[in-house]
């Protein structure tokens, strides 16, 4: 978990370093852009304890719109999967069930989410920026344990600071890629049993995708 945040720090000082070493711009200033991304998500704090592994399986589309120097208004929907496969074991339930096997874990998350963002260089090819976005989750969460799937379905508030950069093919290309990092956590919780209760999920997600921007 430290090299993650390492890695985050590291990205925020290239930021800042790109912003001090440019010089005059370099190309055209995007009025609006819209992201297509495939997303790598890893599960932190008590969502690890529910799933441990690492998601592939996962994507947003994001829409931003800039104001003027830089600063810009956008929206972003996306979706994970998760899925956790755990060693054999007796999984007891509320009711005095035991039940000994190997059983699964799976989680679906849907974030629906507006933001502010600031780009650093918006003249430039590659333009690195920051930001914040706040909305609403949808989550499920299964265990299953045999032919029994035990599940949870709630709604809960987001949030997720974003560092990333922006990267146009060309001067005046239409077209880019985005890359970014983001840490969210959103309120939602649930329960299973009394020993299997989790709140306040968390992760870290890492995007890359294409970009169409809009003069």
Excluded: C
């Excluded at 499920?140 to 560092?163: A, L």
């Excluded at 890629?177 to 009394?194: C, D, K, L, R």
Aim: charged share 10%.
């Amino acid at each position: 978990m430290k090299k993650l945040y390492l890695m985050i720090i590291t990205m925020l000082f290239l930021v800042m370093s790109l912003h001090a070493q440019e010089k005059a711009p370099s190309g055209f200033s995007p009025a609006s852009l819209y992201s297509l991304s495939w997303t790598l998500s890893l599960p932190v704090g008590n969502f690890n304890s529910f799933i441990n592994t690492v998601s592939p399986s996962g994507g947003n589309f994001t829409g931003r719109y800039f104001l003027k120097d830089g600063i810009a208004v956008g929206f972003e929907f996306g979706w994970n999967n998760y899925y956790g496969k755990n060693s054999r074991n007796t999984y007891y339930g509320d009711d005095g069930l035991a039940i000994t096997a190997i059983f699964y874990t799976y989680a679906f998350v849907v974030p629906w989410k507006a933001g502010f963002f600031y780009y650093f260089l918006p003249f430039a090819i590659a333009d690195p920026y920051i930001g914040l976005s706040l909305g609403g989750d949808y989550m499920e969460e299964h265990i299953m344990v045999q032919d029994y799937d035990i599940y949870n379905t709630q709604w809960g508030f987001t949030m997720s600071p974003e560092i990333g950069v922006l990267i146009k093919f060309g001067k005046f290309s239409h077209w880019g890629a985005n890359v970014s990092a983001q840490y969210w956590f959103n309120t939602n919780s649930f329960s299973f049993t009394e020993k299997n209760s989790y709140s306040t999920m968390q992760g870290l997600n890492f995007n890359i995708g294409l970009t169409y921007l809009l003069r």
